[in-house]
């Protein structure tokens, strides 16, 4: 960021430049930034102007790893969203991330969601919410567990359209 001095006081200006979608999308991607958000684009004039967020790979990583739970886990496993946050982090946490998950759905074949009660601690929040995940987690496992046995495969997301 550029400093201009303006009636004796200091204003930071953001950084600026044109990129295309594709530099943008290779800028976001890059692990060697750090401590950098990601870049506003601005697109079309006046009233009809959006504003959209490009952030940075290391960005988001670091948002996943200061949420990283059992709880955070089982909700993006549900939410079919558990692949696209891990990979954002670092690989010695991505590791320790995939480990936890292997737990999550070794302890998901037990005939109860009681057996997921034990992985509570105090960084997963408050109780009775940690349980409400885990129940809709084990229901969840147990739904994609019998779609797999019917068909041979687990069964893809659908989204209408």
Known sequence: MKA????????????????????????INRRDV???EGW??????????????????????EMVK????????????????????LITL????????????????KMSESSSYNSLYILHSDSEGGRDYFRTVCRNYWRWAQTMKQASAKS??????IYAA
């Open 152 to 157: 041979g495969a687990p069964p893809l997301p």
């Open 90 to 105: 670092p690989e010695e946490i991505r590791e320790v991330a995939y480990g936890m998950v292997a737990r999550l759905r």
């Open 40 to 61: 506003v684009a601005c697109i079309g004039t006046g009233t009809n102007a959006r504003r959209i967020k490009f952030k940075y790979i290391n960005y988001i990583g």
């Open 34 to 36: 750090h401590n950098n």
């Open 66 to 85: 200061s949420k990283l739970s059992y709880k955070y886990l089982m909700n993006c496993m549900i939410n079919d969203r558990l692949d696209k946050m």
């Open 4 to 27: 201009r001095e303006y009636d004796n006081t200091t204003l930071v200006l953001p950084n600026r430049k044109l990129m295309t979608i594709d530099e943008v999308i290779t800028e």
